[in-house]
Nanobody
Framework: QVQLVESGGGLVQAGGSLRLSCAAS????????MGWYRQAPGKQRELVAT???????GYADSVKGRFTISRDNAKNTVYLQMNSLKPEDTAAYYC????????WGQGTQVTVSS
């Protein structure tokens, strides 16, 4: 069984920063894609960032240059450093890991005030 636990969300003013963490536990292995989605109320889920087992990253256009995804394979943890936050970044953020299928965390709320 795979479990993902996110942390690091909160309330921040526009222009501020937050760092999200997501720790995976269970039968993980070492070669797994991981990433982050977000979903704002009334909007579709949006893929924010991805990272391959080797560290190759990908980002949504809306966050390029502001967000950075990274991982610590020894800790089975993925991070999302979010800088220059905007009110439109307000959403619930969910991490995922791919092990034959996607597993999801419970989500962490990020609220950016203007």
């Amino acid at each position: 069984q795979v479990q993902l636990v996110e942390s690091g969300g909160g309330l921040v003013q526009a222009g501020g920063s937050l760092r999200l963490s997501c720790a995976a536990s269970g039968t993980i292995g070492s070669n797994n894609f991981m990433g982050w989605y977000r979903q704002a109320p009334g909007k579709q889920r949006e893929l924010v960032a991805t990272i391959s087992p080797g560290g190759t990253t990908g980002y949504a256009d809306s966050v390029k240059g502001r967000f950075t995804i990274s991982r610590d394979n020894a800790k089975n943890t993925v991070y999302l450093q979010m800088n220059s936050l905007k009110p439109e970044d307000t959403a619930a953020y969910y991490c995922y890991i791919v092990i034959l299928r996607q597993y999801w965390g419970q989500g962490t709320q990020v609220t950016v005030s203007s």
